[in-house]
């Protein structure tokens, strides 16, 4: 099955600096790779998601990158500010309309801190 | 639409007892999940159905037990609980057919095993 590696586990930061989480995916089959922010004591939620046929996509302060090739993707948030202290999860999945796959294999999740 | 509702929060049970996690969905999502979070080791999938009467086994499936009688509702049933199982579950639902594969967590249930 797929197993997505996820890097650093914590991750501090001054507030207006760059943050960058990166993940990795074993199957080569995975084409859909979204990244969820989950707040203490919260259900996650997605904050931005991309398909194996784009290489970037970005939302304001928030881009994702994605790397077929060597199978790594990374989120990059500009601009930090203290309400983007959350816990950071990558996952990946084969995306399909019917039928089998369609099941995230979640990466173990990076814990970044903004500091003022 | 409430979207996707968990009961019980929280719930502290003794080895060996069973007891049933509720879950349901109003945005008439057809993928169905549960997972759960230990700390520092990210969402591990235990169960998951693709529509009604149909489920198949994640990751962890070893004790536990699901059903999906309706596209509405799918329980996670735990039998004979160990300390193990002591974890944050959640349950999500998605619908393969829109324009982005966003998962709708609930709550989550807190459950110890004492």
């Known amino acids: 099955g797929e197993n997505v590696e996820q890097h650093p586990s914590t991750l501090s930061v001054q507030e207006g600096d760059s943050a960058v989480i990166k993940c990795t995916y074993s199957?080569?089959?995975?084409?859909?790779f979204p990244w969820y922010k989950q707040e203490l004591g919260k259900r996650p939620q997605l904050i931005i998601d991309i398909r194996s046929n784009v290489g970037e996509k970005k939302d304001q302060r928030i881009a994702v990158t994605l790397n077929k090739t060597a199978k790594h993707f990374s989120l990059h948030i500009t601009e930090t500010q203290p309400e983007d202290s959350a816990v950071y999860f990558c996952a990946a999945s084969t995306w399909v309309l019917t039928g089998g796959g369609n099941k995230l294999t979640f990466g173990t999740g990076t814990q970044l801190k903004v500091e003022l | 639409n409430a979207g996707v509702t968990q009961t019980p929060k929280f719930r502290i049970l003794k080895i060996g007892q069973s007891m049933t996690l509720q879950c349901a969905q109003d945005m008439n999502h057809n993928y169905m999940y549960w997972y759960r979070q230990d700390p520092g080791m990210g969402l591990k999938l235990i169960y998951y159905?693709?529509?009604?009467?149909?489920?198949d086994k994640g990751e962890v499936p070893n004790g536990y037990n699901v059903s999906r009688s309706t596209t509405e509702d799918f329980p996670l049933r735990l039998e004979l609980a160990a300390p193990s199982q002591t974890s944050v579950y959640f349950c999500a639902s998605v619908w393969t057919g829109g324009k982005t594969g966003e998962l709708f967590f609930g709550e989550g249930s807190r459950l110890t095993v004492l």
């Open positions: 199957d080569s089959a995975s084409n859909y």
């Open positions: 159905s693709v529509g009604a009467g149909i489920t």
